[in-house]
């Protein structure tokens, strides 16, 4: 559709927007990186497109040069939701977790209601031992975008910091609700119910993970571990 309109009018900057847009989701780089520079050749101040950039350099790899155009985006549109989430995006893939946090939670007191910022703060916030600030975004995250075994996953390793044990094990074994092919949540499964002393429910869970990754030497040593104190 785009390209029609592009067909009828190549200075339709919000088109060659739209197009990179839709290429990039199709994981079409190059094609969606010249419908996104056509975009900002004819509009250098339109911010979809400096934000389309960013998510298309973040996507590619280079976090360094997405923060810049998620920065001049909010220069001209400091309210910018997806500029701010981009730019946090980048920040975190560069270590400035403290900073990436700052931009989610400017994201969220625009809109609260996007799950993947609330998830992306939780991680922020686990990889700066702040677990119990972490639990409260992972649940919110759920609420909003039910079913994801990732987050269970890492909601489940986040009850095993604060070894509240039981409530790890339900978040562990949702994550493998949502996807049986979750080793590492059979794993960490495992790893809970063995210190809670559960030693043939760990076992279990180890052999169920092993199934899926046999060439897992910590699967393989926690099991041997467990059948010795069985």
Known sequence: MYEKVLALDETHYKAHCQLGVALMEKGEYEKSAESIKACLRLNAKHVPGLVAMGNLLFATGHSKHSAKYHRKALTLN????YALIGLANALYDLNETEQAIKFYLQALEIDANIADVHYNLANAYSLLNKTQIAIPY?????????????????LGNAYCVMKAYDDAIVAFK??????????PAL???GNAYYMKGEIEKSI???????K????S??????????????
């Open 187 to 189: 794993y960490n499964l």
């Open 138 to 154: 992972y649940k919110k995250a759920l609420l909003l975008k039910p079913g994801k075994s990732e987050t269970y996953y890492n």
């Open 174 to 183: 949702k994550a493998v609700q949502y996807d049986s092919y979750n080793s």
């Open 78 to 81: 400091p309210r910018e939701t």
């Open 217 to 230: 030497p910590e699967c393989h040593f926690n099991v041997a571990t467990a059948y010795n104190d069985a």
């Open 204 to 210: 279990q869970a180890y052999l169920l993970a092993l």
């Open 212 to 215: 899926l990754n046999e060439t």
